[in-house]
């Protein structure tokens, strides 16, 4: 064999090393969609605002638990201005509990007009942003 069919084959190995680390990155970098409810037995518990008027920019913490033992189909992007907690909880990442806050920020808000505005939410930051904002939608 010669030298440079030889260079040939391990240069195509290397690249082949390569495009498949990248392909594996990507594969477990990419959230993970949960298509049915999870059950969990949270204690319910008030709403607390940390607000001094209406600020767009008001942290808010809302904790609520209720049992989902249903399993719900859910076509995403899901619309955060009309879905249920439910629908919600398919996303990973978000929980009863975070559902809950996005709905009661909902709310108060009188509808979303950025997908952006969950970052609002008390325990949604920029971390959890990027991992649920392919799922939603305005």
């Known amino acids: 064999m010669s030298d440079s069919k030889r260079q040939s084959l391990i240069m195509t190995g290397i690249g082949l090393i390569i495009l498949s680390a990248v392909f594996i990155y990507f594969s477990f970098s990419q959230p993970r969609v949960l298509l049915s409810s999870e059950s969990t037995a949270e204690a319910v518990s008030s709403v607390s605002y940390e607000s001094q008027s209406t600020e767009m920019d008001t942290q808010y913490d809302v904790k609520s638990g209720e049992s989902a033992d249903e399993n719900i189909g859910v076509s995403f992007p899901i619309n955060i201005n009309t879905c249920t907690a439910q629908e919600l909880t398919a996303v990973e990442g978000i929980g009863e509990s975070r559902a809950e806050s996005i709905i009661q920020y909902r709310e108060y808000l009188g509808g979303y007009?950025?997908?952006?505005?969950?970052?609002?939410i008390k325990g949604i930051g920029e971390g959890l942003y990027e991992k649920v904002f392919p799922y939603l939608t305005v």
């Open 113 to 120: 007009t950025s997908v952006d505005q969950i970052k609002n």
